[in-house]
């Protein structure tokens, strides 16, 4: 493609467009390791700091000295094991939903708040009976703060009109609740660390069914080694953490963006969305 005979609208487009997809980062024709960049980032700001201190700043310009510019936080995560300490602490004071939801707002123990745009806590109705639960935001959740708004969030959609049902029969979230980069998979240290927040958003909202959307989120929560092929369809017991042992029914299906890239796989999720129905019919 030819850049630089595109007008300033396509541009505007083709940018948005990769936005859209979750490409946010650019690749070079070089390889670049920035593990290393990381780590060297704290000597070099050592570095420059004398320099920096050496130039004075007229107080009279209302101007602020170099080294007082707004910048990234250089101080370093916390260990993963406090962070996660810390985490279990946090949820456990929740006794509400928004005290959950300021809890998250206020931990800083997970990298991976540090680059998304916006905390996505959760919608629909928190007094529904049915819970569901992804992976991680995407892009256009990151943008918005709410889980599932993107091209999945509108199958998800369809799929619960197929069975009689909206956004105000559930109550939608994700096991992380910051968009990874690049729309990645969650590291597993990134999902240990954000698990006791949504063990306790599902007690707190206490759903008589959980379904988890996808092979992470059904891995994660229910303890699952298979993958989402065999796993899905099948009902199992969700333990609720810190609730004395109680457990809550559970059943995972495919993640609306895998159906989105293997549309033929629409007819099992079929299946477990009828397998839903009739559960609720039950309740």
Not at 246 to 252: D, E, H, K, N
Not at 259 to 269: D, E, M, V
Request: with cysteine.
């Amino acid at each position: 493609m030819d850049v630089q005979n595109l007008t300033r609208e396509e541009l505007v487009a083709i940018a948005s467009w990769y936005a859209d997809v979750g490409i946010d980062l650019t690749v070079g024709e070089l390889p670049r390791d920035r593990f290393a960049e990381a780590a060297a980032e704290p000597a070099r700001a050592e570095r420059r700091q004398p320099a920096e201190a050496s130039v004075p700043v007229p107080q009279s310009q209302g101007r602020v000295a170099p080294r007082d510019l707004a910048r990234p936080s250089a101080t370093a995560a916390p260990p993963p094991d406090e962070a996660t300490r810390t985490a279990r602490e946090l949820a456990a004071a929740a006794h509400s939903l928004d005290e959950l939801r300021a809890a998250l707002e206020n931990f800083d123990g997970c990298a991976l708040k540090r680059t998304a745009n916006r905390l996505v806590f959760a919608d629909g109705n928190p007094q529904a009976r049915i819970m569901l639960v992804g992976e991680a935001p995407g892009a256009d959740e990151d943008r918005q703060g709410l889980p599932f708004v993107g091209r999945a969030g509108q199958l998800l959609d369809m799929m619960l009109r197929a069975i009689d049902m909206d956004r105000s029969h559930v109550y939608i979230a994700n096991v992380v609740p910051w968009r990874p980069p690049g729309n990645r998979t969650p590291s597993p240290q990134e999902t240990a660390i954000c698990l006791p927040f949504i063990h306790r958003q599902i007690a707190l909202v206490d759903p008589a069914i959980v379904v988890c959307l996808g092979g992470s989120a059904a891995q994660t929560l229910l303890g699952l080694k298979e993958g989402i092929m065999r796993a899905r369809g099948v009902w199992r017991d969700f333990t609720v953490e810190g609730e004395g042992g109680r457990t809550i029914r559970a059943l995972a299906t495919l993640h609306p963006a895998y159906l989105l890239r293997q549309p033929a796989h629409k007819r099992l999720a079929w299946r477990d969305l009828r397998e839903l129905k009739r559960a609720v019919a039950k309740l």
